[in-house]
């Protein structure tokens, strides 16, 4: 016989992708995120985001004990991810302790990628706003000062669109969309954020149930009780969407993979649960943003999720009672 039957153990449909090869795709993704901060916020930007990749590479390849600090990635892209949620120019050994928690109790106390259940990154940024909080506040922001690369731009501070209506008032939607507003590295630019996500959603990485489901209840609580303090309702509902680390937290990090839920009702359920969490944070809270603790508590509850949107099973047989 010339053709003989292969058997193997599942499962039987491969993808020809790699994790390597996915994470390579979030790292370009993220690349006209990281250049617009750079742009904005000069050579400390830059600064910060070395430092946070390589903590999280060498913390890795450490702690399996293997001699490439690549590896498949994923280091470089949780070190990436934790740089994004932190202001220009933080003190370096805060992105250190920062990058190497979200790598040890973020990832691999849990058994390493693919069983992590929180996402890592922001269990690092949990951390470092719990432990350090005055680092992160809303009022000691830097300003953009874009193609300023020489510029010092930790000796000026400001108030970012969310620190209050006072603030806000003072950003323009164009403002917000572009980037020219004070916040973390990679939340100011909704739209190098859009570019990104728009890469990850071609290459089939992303579910746009997520996305959809966050901005969309983000911008529906924001109409409905964000007073109307931006000049009328549906411009204060954009711009919860556009303020902040909404877009950020939709596109890049709610949509983890690993900490997600794995059905396409989940997803949607997912989502709308997060852009709740993140309004009542956000209208009724003690804390100007709410979106690292709402995808946090979203991930935590995601096997409960998973189990009630399970499809149902067609000619299974049901157990006796």
Known sequence: MDKKMIVSS?????SIE???SVMTDVLIALFPVALMAVLLFGYQALITMVISVVTAMLVEALWLRKKDIFNDGSAAVTGLLFAMVLPPSPPWWLVVVGAAASIIIGKQVFGGIGYNIFNPALVGR???LVSWGGYLAGNVWSPPQPFAFGADVSAVTGATALAGQGEALSYSLTQLFIGTVPGCLGETSALALLVGGAWLYYKGHIDWRIPLGYLGTVFVMGVIFGGGFYDNHLMTGLFHVLAGGVMLGALFMATDMVTTPVTPVGRLIFGIGCGLITMLIRIWGA????????ILLMNAVTPIIDNFTVPKQFGGVKKNA
């Not at 804390?287 to 709402?294: C, R, W």
């Open 10 to 14: 599942s499962p039987h449909v491969r």
């Open 18 to 20: 790699s994790v390597q």
């Open 126 to 128: 949990a951390i470092v």
């Open 287 to 294: 804390l100007p943003e709410g979106v690292t603790y709402a």
